[in-house]
């Protein structure tokens, strides 16, 4: 069985840069699509990043775009999310998922991690 684990969370100061990465466990998986979104407490999940199996077509929210960069090494099976000029908003709840369509929806992501926290403080 599948499993997608993210790590590289943590708490760091506004303007800082984070990494995040995703690694799937498990047997070979590749799928089309892999992103991140991200929940605040209190408020719905959020979609901010998806990369295509290729790499070559990525995807963000107007929220990240400019600050986040999504990348893929498919012979490792993992995704990382560079994270920087991160601002207190940024703070959440990270998570990785894997879904078959470039989406920003979550309904189209059907393998999800734990999650990882990031907090910005300002």
């Known amino acids: 069985q599948v499993q997608l684990v993210e790590s590289g969370g943590g708490l760091v100061q506004a303007g800082a840069s984070l990494r995040l990465s995703c690694a799937a466990s498990g047997r070979t998986f590749s799928p089309y699509t892999m992103g991140w979104f991200r929940q605040a407490p209190g408020k719905e999940r959020e979609f901010v990043a998806a990369?295509?199996?290729?790499?070559?077509?990525?995807y963000y929210s107007e929220s990240v775009k400019g600050r986040f960069t999504i990348s893929r090494n498919n012979a490792k099976n993992t995704v990382d999310l560079q994270m920087t000029s991160l601002k207190p908003e940024d703070t959440a709840v990270y998570y990785c998922a894997a879904g078959t369509y470039l989406s920003s929806s979550h309904s189209d992501y059907g393998l999800w991690g734990q999650g990882t926290q990031v907090t910005v403080s300002s």
């Open positions: 990369a295509i199996r290729s790499g070559g077509t990525t």
